[in-house]
């Protein structure tokens, strides 16, 4: 046993030698030391995160924290072309609005990281001044998405930046307070994070001022004009013809036919005085009463048609029949009303013929029973009819026609007076004396003659000033010469502005 522990012990000994040797050799061979790895071996990508907050003394301040990991330098950009290098800066805009903020940190190996958000600064403020009791504001906000102006006495006003600008009433708004009271004020603004800041001022020192305003109604050259003003003890008119007046409410006849300035300047208890400006149209008559044109959708008796009796006939026979069935037979109530013996004359003479209008059922149906509408199928045809009216005053004509073939013009014609021949009117009909107002219409020609459709007419509509107590609504289709190109007319009415 102990030989064996020798035998051992020989062995480490000359083993150690050796080893001894190796180290000499690697140093004589010029080892270098060991130096750790730079940069990021691991490849982890650092990250960048900050917050932001107003500051609680002033809204246009935003502070910036980072909590951005393994962070050697920073880069701020605060979206209004002004940067930073620190690590957590304080800003202060001095525009507000709506600010896309981005933060860049770079890492001790050169690696970047971004991280942005969007920051809204609002200052809030106004200024006003006032004259009597209206006052007038001045906006200072800036950076605001919505306004709320809040008077103080019930009455609100907004603002939006969406749909309205710096230039609207609405920004820089003024309100006349009814009362000389104490008013507080309030602006509340919204930002574009929709966070709210709100400023209130007292409204002081008010003096109760006159609000002048008036109302009027015309009638030819006389003017009713009515007093609407509020807190006034005096009234001064200037009607813009050179006179004025002191009454509260005067009625004032101008000397011609136009538009004029009139001007109300009222006064207060307090002396002070204000003025309201409208424009009066003077020269439009008002009626008193309604223009009555009769049967204007041409509606006969539904016992019988076919007797040549209907409402546009200028010479109508003398009877029409009530009853089919048994005859019976009674005055057409529009003889008197078509009759015009000297221009049916002329008719026969101008055309060879002694055509009248004709009728044809439209297709349509009132209370159970078919109407009627005029035809025009022959160039002798017309329509006459006599209105009473009011000169001086406008109305509106209106009517529908259909066309069943192209180019087949429909004339329309006011007269101010009764006619027995045509031909004062064809020469340049729209400039005529006789004529209070003329239309063509061209654009009432309609396709579908016999389908299920061809009942589809065209309303024009114009405007008359009567020139006379009477107007004559003529109309005629020289070029509807038989019944493939005739031409149907219905619901002729005349409108009376007020009635």
Known sequence: MIYKLIKKINKSIFIIPFILLGLVSCV??????????????????????????????DNMSIVFRSYSTDAASYLWDFGDGTTSEEANPDYKYTIGGKYNVKLTTTSSDGLKAIDSVIVSPISVDFNFSNIDSKVTFENLTSGAKSLVWDFGDGETLTWDSEKDTELDPSFNPSHIYKTADTFGATLTATNFLDVQVSVSKNIEGLVLSTVPDFTFD????????????????????????????????????????????????????????KSETKAVPVGAVKPTFKAIVQNGTADDFQGETGDNADAWDMTPNSKVKLDADNGVESDSPYRALWNNSDLNSYIDTAFGTNEQPGSSSDGSYVNG????????????????????????????????????????????????????????????????????????????????????????????????????NIVVIYARALKAVDSSNEVFIDNIDIITPGF
């Open 369 to 468: 029973e078919k109407t009627r509408s005029v035809k025009l199928a022959n160039d002798s045809r017309r329509l006459y009819q006599l209105v009473e009216v009011e000169a001086g005053v406008v109305y509106s004509f209106t009517i529908d026609t259909r066309s069943e073939a192209e180019g087949i013009n429909t004339e329309v014609f006011i007269l101010n007076n009764e006619i027995t021949s045509e031909e004062d009117i064809n020469t340049d009909p729209a400039n005529n004396s006789n004529v209070d107002a003329y239309l063509n219409i061209t654009n009432d020609y309609n396709s579908s003659k016999g389908s299920a459709s061809d009942n589809t007419f065209t309303t024009s509509t114009f405007t008359f000033k009567a020139t006379s």
């Open 28 to 57: 004589d061979n010029g080892y270098e030391a060991f130096v750790p790895p730079t940069g990021n071996v691991n490849n982890i990508q650092p990250s960048t995160l900050f917050t932001t907050s107003t500051s609680a003394d």
């Open 218 to 273: 015309v009638n030819g050259l006389t003017v009713q004009f009515t007093d609407a003003s509020l807190l006034a003890t005096t009234h001064t008119w200037d009607f813009g013809d050179g006179t004025t007046s002191t009454e509260v409410s005067p009625m004032h006849t101008f000397p011609a036919e136009a538009t004029y300035d009139v001007t109300l300047t009222t006064t207060n208890e307090a002396g002070v005085s």
